[in-house]
């Protein structure tokens, strides 16, 4: 797999998100969202011939697992924004979501 601007952005957004989200560590819901991401990232990326039989797959459920952070963000979130706390972390997260489901978009099997 050939490495370009669309898979480094990809790499970017989701380590981005992942760190976002294990910063809240205490809260065992964020700390498994950051590692779910990260299994996923390495799902995608892994030049492992049984993983990349089924990257059309993963490719799916990182879009489909991004859009779920989103929309569960928008029901159960915290929307007030105060600088330095979690609130303002999750507007962080999803600003490296919303990017990352961009080079999602753009790296979207054919």
């Not at 029901?75 to 997260?93: E, H, N, P, Q, R």
Request: glycine content about 8%.
């Amino acid at each position: 797999m050939e490495l370009d601007i669309r898979r480094y952005g990809i790499i970017v957004c989701v380590l981005a998100t992942a760190y976002l989200h294990l910063s809240l560590f205490p809260d065992f819901g964020f700390t498994l969202n950051g590692i779910g991401y990260l299994a996923l990232l390495s799902a995608y990326f892994l030049p492992i011939a049984f993983l990349q039989e089924w990257h059309n797959m993963f490719w799916w459920e990182l879009a489909g697992y991004t859009l779920l952070t989103i929309i569960l963000w928008v029901i159960l979130g915290d929307m007030k924004f105060v600088a330095g706390t979690s609130s303002a972390t999750g507007y962080y997260a999803k600003t490296a979501e919303v990017l990352l489901l961009g080079f999602l978009w753009a790296d979207k099997p054919k």
